[in-house]
């Protein structure tokens, strides 16, 4: 319990420092109690930025990664797992072996690519790079291993096909774990600022943490409407945790990836 309250003081910190005139969050020693509750921030990130289109852009780009990266790594996690087929195992360890390619490595061939095909300073710029990812063919594979293949094979037996089977037997079972990547992908997207930074150049197409890092200029931080933002961004992600919590912990269980 300690160590959550630990965890837990940057949050409140940073929800407390959001309600501050920027007087007071300015100031030295640093305040940590606002002085009455102050909604400047708020307003002038209202007012003053595309918060409200950030916003949606952010949601828009979040649910079509969290959709793709549903489909396609369940399909593909499945195959690596039941279908065999000649080269299973290498092409397997060569979907792995992309994890460890850095990101900032891919920048500049994948900026090019996306260039000459038209979608750069488009939302469809910062959603292509997150259809699907190694992580999440590992993460569904190590959990359709998990399951007993017996009850594919009674569907079999009943005169199911390989896609009925997956669609009406596996995926019922998988929700644990398909709750488990829809929560990190949409961390990852939902907090991505690298790629959309550079992919991305109209402040109306910004996700939020590209808006968001616009507060910060070389000479000045306008740390009301940073801290205000920064809540908006942060409370779908708490809650999108807390409606996955208990599946989170069951894929985390049998899925082979505990502590």
């Not at 009925?164 to 995926?171: G, I, K, M, N, Q």
């Amino acid at each position: 319990m300690p160590l959550a309250l630990l965890f837990v003081l940057p949050l409140v910190q940073m929800v407390l420092t959001s309600l501050m005139p920027e007087a007071q969050i300015t100031q030295l020693p640093p305040d940590f109690i606002p002085h009455g509750l102050h909604l400047d921030g708020y307003s002038k990130l209202f007012s003053e930025s595309h918060i409200v289109r950030w916003f949606f852009n952010t949601v828009f780009v979040s649910a079509v990664t969290v959709v793709s990266h549903l489909v396609l790594c369940s399909l593909a996690g499945y195959g690596f797992a039941r279908l065999r087929f000649p080269g299973r195992g290498l092409a397997f360890m060569a979907v792995l072996a992309t994890v460890m390619i850095p990101i900032q490595l891919l920048m500049i061939p994948t900026y090019i690519m996306f260039a000459r095909i038209g979608i750069v300073d488009t939302l469809g710029a910062a959603i292509v790079p997150w259809l699907a990812s190694a992580f999440g063919i590992f993460l569904m594979r190590q959990f359709f291993l998990s399951l007993p293949v017996e009850l594919e094979e009674a569907a079999v037996l009943d005169g199911a096909g390989a896609l009925r089977t997956f669609v009406s037997v596996v995926l019922p079972l998988a929700r644990p774990a398909l709750a488990t990547l829809a929560v990190f992908t949409l961390l990852s997207s939902w907090n991505d600022l690298l790629w959309p930074l550079i992919a991305i150049t109209d402040d109306e197409k910004y996700t939020l943490q590209v808006g968001l890092a616009s507060f910060q200029g070389m000479r000045r931080t306008e740390w009301g409407q940073l801290m205000a933002g920064n809540v908006i961004a942060t409370v779908p992600l708490i809650v999108a945790f807390l409606f996955a919590q208990r599946r989170f912990i069951a894929t985390m269980t049998f899925s082979g990836l505990k502590g």
